[in-house]
């Protein structure tokens, strides 16, 4: 396993809430906890799979300190700090800082396709801002924005000393991080993500670990720790039974990933705060509890 502070499995924190909308702050405790317990090697909170863009920025902080305050530093924590301007960017990093996170990872501004000097003034005043490791979220929005070329990483990676790592997961996935992973300072490590579609390809490629969602954990685990032993076929075999699961999870987007954990007895509601994909009909809730009866050791 790499001496990387973030290697190996990382999920983003599910935000639950109630019919309402409300946010159930219990649940997210208990899901820290679970998560801790099933071996992830770091937690990230507040990022997309959180839901951080359907979040006021008084949720956002408030969630920042619960993430930090439940984690006790029994792992290391990224809290997400992506933003639309400059000063909530800033304000939710240095929230993060204050609370003890040991990174921040941020998009630049997503609601439109920035120019490369827009996006390097961006990372430059975040850096400028707080002391904390910076992670580069290289992410394409469905606005055009969210996206970081290889090149523009590079050169910030090379001129800010504190960014430590490149959240790569602009497909294809693969050949991206393998030119970054070319070209990158040894000190800076690469993080995938999409939920952990694409981990064996990327973890082959430099990939020092990934950020998934909250479900399939003990899979992704399985799957990383045989790979980084040197165990290739092992790796492959547990990844082809947890990819349904993901898959399910990254089609019915939101709902499905709430249900599996109302399923394991972690959130109390399935709801999911609009906008989001539907809830589960009869037929979706019955090919979940076939793909959970199947990899129900992975899940």
């Known amino acids: 396993m790499s001496d990387r502070l973030f290697s190996g499995i990382i999920p983003v924190i599910t935000t639950a809430v109630d019919a309402n909308g409300s946010i159930l702050e219990q649940p997210i405790r208990d899901l820290i906890d679970?998560?801790?317990s099933r071996g992830a090697h770091g937690l990230?909170?507040?990022?997309?799979?959180?839901?951080?863009?359907?979040?006021s920025?008084?949720?956002?902080?408030?969630?920042?300190?619960?993430?930090?305050?439940?984690?006790?530093?029994?792992?290391?924590?990224?809290?997400?700090?992506?933003?639309?301007n400059l000063p909530e960017a800033i304000l939710f990093a240095r929230a993060a800082q204050s609370n003890?996170?040991?990174?921040?990872?941020?998009?630049?501004?997503?609601l439109a396709k920035l120019r490369d000097e827009q996006i390097r003034s961006f990372y430059h005043r975040l850096a400028d801002a707080?002391?904390?490791?910076?992670?580069?979220?290289d992410n394409m929005m469905s606005t055009g924005g969210g996206s970081v070329g290889v090149p523009l990483m590079i050169e910030l990676a090379s001129d800010i000393p504190t960014i430590t790592y490149i959240k790569?997961?602009?497909?294809?996935?693969?050949?991206?991080?393998?030119?970054?992973?070319?070209?990158?300072p040894d000190r800076v490590g690469i993080i995938t993500g999409n939920g952990g579609k694409s981990l064996m390809s990327d973890l082959k490629r430099g990939a020092a670990g990934c950020m998934p969602g909250a479900i399939a954990v003990p899979g992704l685990i399985k799957v990383?720790?045989?790979?980084s032993a040197g165990e290739p076929d092992r790796a492959y075999e547990i990844f082809e039974r947890t990819l349904p699961i993901i898959m399910f999870a990254s089609e019915h987007y939101g709902p499905g990933t709430?249900?599996?954990?109302?399923?394991?007895?972690?959130f109390p509601t399935s709801f999911v705060r609009p906008p989001c994909a539907p809830g589960l009909d009869e037929a979706a809730n019955e090919q979940l509890s076939q793909l959970l009866m199947r990899a129900k050791d992975l899940v």
Request: net charge negative; no cysteine.
């Open 34 to 36: 679970h998560l801790i």
């Open 44 to 55: 990230a909170g507040l990022g997309e799979g959180s839901g951080f863009h359907k979040l």
């Open 57 to 84: 920025v008084d949720e956002r902080l408030r969630l920042t300190e619960v993430v930090l305050e439940q984690v006790r530093g029994r792992v290391p924590v990224m809290i997400g700090t992506s933003a639309n």
């Open 100 to 110: 003890g996170a040991d990174a921040v990872f941020a998009m630049p501004p997503y």
């Open 130 to 137: 707080v002391d904390t490791e910076i992670i580069i979220q």
């Open 168 to 184: 790569e997961e602009n497909p294809p996935t693969g050949a991206r991080i393998a030119e970054l992973r070319q070209a990158l």
């Open 224 to 227: 990383y720790e045989a790979y």
């Open 258 to 266: 709430t249900e599996i954990l109302r399923r394991k007895g972690i």
